[in-house]
């Protein structure tokens, strides 16, 4: 892997071939391959960028160019090469070098103490050292090197075929294209693991879906194990598949080389790949003397599972010796000397009670299954989203049906499938409606989308759904607003529109009673300030169909005023970064359409931003251009988010946390830790809110 010098020499190689290349162009093709697959690595194994995101386009922008000039020069591990080129046909079938077996499942303490017998009785020992590591809820892979290349990536398929995915596993980046195997002697190796979507990867990319009219995959393993079989490798590229690598099933070595050490055991042949590049357990593995250790280690992790940023249904325990692992051998079905221990499922059947259909701010009518409630890990669930007809159709849900219902981790909860065998006749089939549930207008259903939609824009489901989308946090983010009230309001014809929300008569809020002095001004306040959020929260706030948050940036970032966008053409608006026809088309009907234009212009009698402030103001000031700043603690002076706005809108930096690449830190009232390590690093320089006031103004 990489040694301190390794880094320290990559790292100042990087920084060099930002301006100079090496002597020869073999070299500098070289050097670059090596410092663009070393922060890789930084950036996906070991979590720790070291080079910004636009140093790393410049240097693989430059490797790209010189490959394209100078062919004779492109290896198979240049980090260029994962960018896919055209479609795979279909994967072919290969077999396994070794079989892909499944596991053994326990369940509680007792299915351990019993395993542990059976070790024993195998091994012929009473000393057995056990290991154990996350079980990973993603799709299995198999991985083949051949003298230290990368030559072949498979799934499982059913453990002794599987597909041929190499081209859609290139792009996983955290996983080594090569590695220095040779320098064991080792010619072939076939490593397993497992392919995995973070959960909050997985959840953005189900946001996405909804918005598109899609619905969305189920968890996220479903999610993995599709991506993976995806025709398309660039698509794969973009699903952002993360990878980690538990087991190496096969090797062999020319002549009668030695074994290396730590292949002796799974903890240090973990580590060994780990010190190879490979993303392997070895922060989460733990080695134990017994099985009560294992027991209360299980207990402790089944704890902590919500807080880890991938699904893992339960723990595997490996027995760590790989002589005793030999001896103990398998079945057909699973290694004897591995065992799963498996959490408690997220699992449970109910009874579907109706199903309803609810209106959204864009008029899709959703149907939501509303089902006897039940718990499952640590929640109560009684509503589902079923998201379309074609999901009901497909999953043939009935009414009065008993259903599996699964709750994944942060994942929302979504019916598995109806379980038909248990029915009695008396199911219903669930019927659509086909006018609005709300304004009973004609729903339609454009071509080629899974909704029904109230297209009536007065309609009131949508203008209350719109109206608590403008408010919401990640729009106008006007706090104690809330659904409730916008509802109230609207019901009570107090608020009837997303302007009327600057507008509202407080003196008949002040009489509905409930409403204390107390809360009416702090409501004011909110809506107050929130006439200074910056144009990309406003443009995501008007609910624009397609135009989600970052969307809407791009939008704010394209012009000086909203009113720009009035007059942008279809060409204008294709030209912007991600913006499809679909946005497109969707922008220019929301900007042309009357009503729209006319509630712009209540917004801007009431005083609301529609300016894009950092255009306006960059030019002129971009003083702290280069600097960057980090707050902490409650500040008193001003928002947090309003003081961030004003660093951005002078050119300066936010940054998340300190690091040696912080300049300024702003301190608010009980600054905790984040002070405590600008002050020990020493470089940071520390304000008051009135020193950063001072600094701002100049
Ligand atoms: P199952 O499919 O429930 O029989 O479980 C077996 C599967 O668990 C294997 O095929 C692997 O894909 C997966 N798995 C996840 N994490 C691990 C791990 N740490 N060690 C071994 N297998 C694992
Ligand atoms: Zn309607």
């Known amino acids: 892997m990489y040694t301190t010098q390794d880094e320290q020499r990559l790292y100042n190689q990087a920084k060099a071939l930002l301006n100079n290349d090496a002597a020869t162009v073999e070299a500098t093709t070289q050097q670059l391959r090596e410092v663009l697959n070393y922060a890789d690595w930084k950036y996906y194994v070991q979590s720790e960028p070291v080079l910004a995101d636009a140093e790393y386009d410049t240097l693989f922008k430059k490797l790209q160019h010189l490959e394209e ?83 072949r990536g498979a799934t499982r398929g059913d453990g002794v075929m599987g597909e041929e995915v190499t081209t859609n596993i290139r792009q996983i980046r955290s996983v080594p294209l090569s590695a220095a195997f040779t320098k064991d002697n080792i010619n072939q190796i076939e490593i397993r693991g497992e392919v995995v979507i973070n959960k909050d990867v997985f959840a953005a990319y189900n946001t996405q879906r909804i918005s598109e009219g899609l619905s969305p995959l189920a968890n996220p393993r479903n999610a993995a194990s599709g991506t993976l079989r995806i025709l398309d490798p660039a698509e794969v590229g973009k699903r952002k598949l993360s990878a980690i690598l538990y087991h190496i099933s096969y090797y062999t070595q020319t002549g009668d080389s030695v074994v290396p050490e730590a292949l002796q055991t799974h903890y240090g042949s973990l580590n060994w790949l780990y010190q190879l590049g490979f993303p392997t357990p070895v922060h989460e593995m733990k080695r134990f003397r017994s099985i009560d250790e294992v027991i209360d280690f299980c207990a402790a992790f089944e704890a902590r599972r919500d807080d880890l940023p991938y699904e893992v249904d339960g723990l595997v325990i490996k027995v760590n010796n790989f002589l005793l692992q030999d001896k103990m051998g398998m079945t057909t079905h699973h290694p004897r000397w591995a065992v799963a221990y498996k959490f408690k499922a997220r699992q449970a059947t109910s009874k579907l009670l109706r199903v309803e259909f609810q209106v959204g701010r864009t008029g899709s009518v959703t149907p939501v299954a509303k089902i006897e409630p039940v718990p499952i890990g640590g929640v109560t669930v009684s509503s589902i989203s079923l998201f379309n007809e074609d999901v009901v159709r497909e999953k043939d849900l009935h009414i009065g049906d008993t259903v599996l219902v699964e709750r994944a981790g942060d994942v929302i909860p979504y019916i598995v499938k109806p379980l038909a065998e248990l029915r009695d006749g008396s199911e219903e089939k669930i019927v659509f409606p086909t006018h609005c549930p709300v304004c009973n207008e004609e729903l339609e259903k454009p071509e080629e989308e899974a909704v029904w939609r109230c297209i009536n824009i007065s309609c009131p489901a949508q203008v209350v759904e719109r109206i608590i989308h403008f408010a919401s946090k990640d729009a106008m983010d006007i706090r104690n607003m809330g659904d409730a009230n916008v509802r109230k309001f609207y019901e009570l014809g107090l608020l009837k529109n997303i302007p009327g929300i600057y507008t509202i008569n407080w003196d008949e809020i002040a009489k509905l009673g409930g409403f204390g002095e107390k809360s009416i001004t702090n409501l004011k306040t909110a809506i107050d300030n929130s006439k200074q959020q910056p144009l990309n929260r406003v443009i995501y706030g008007l609910g624009i169909r397609h135009v989600g948050e970052t969307m809407a940036k791009t939008l704010a970032n394209a012009v000086e005023h909203i009113r720009d966008l009035y007059n942008y053409t279809e060409e204008q608006l294709l030209a912007l970064e991600d913006v499809g026809p679909k946005v497109a088309a969707s922008v220019m009907h929301f900007f042309h359409t009357p009503e729209n234009r006319h509630m712009i212009d209540l917004l801007e009698q009431a005083g609301v931003n529609l300016v894009n402030q950092k255009r306006n103001t960059s030019q002129a000031s971009g003083e702290l251009e280069g600097k960057t700043f980090l707050f902490t603690g409650t500040l008193n002076r001003f928002k947090r988010s309003e003081a961030e706005a004003m660093v951005e809108a002078k050119g300066g930096t936010l940054l998340s946390s300190v690091s040696s690449k912080l300049n300024y830190l702003v301190v608010g009232e009980d600054a905790g830790s984040k002070l405590e390590k600008a002050k020990k690093l020493g470089t940071v320089a520390i304000l008051s809110e009135d020193e950063f006031l001072t600094l701002i103004n100049g």
């Not at 100078?70 to 090469?81: A, F, K, L, N």
């Open 69 to 151: 000039q100078y062919p004779e020069h492109i290896t198979g591990d240049s980090p260029t090469q994962r960018v896919a080129k055209g479609l795979s046909e279909k994967f072919p079938a290969v077999s396994h070098l070794v079989p892909m077996l499944s596991l053994d499942n326990t369940y509680n303490a007792d299915d351990l103490r019993d395993w542990d017998r059976r070790c024993k009785e195998l091994a012929g020992t009473d000393d057995i050292e056990y290991c154990a590591e996350p079980k990973y809820d993603g799709a299995s892979i198999s991985l083949i090197y051949e003298n230290g290349q990368l030559v």
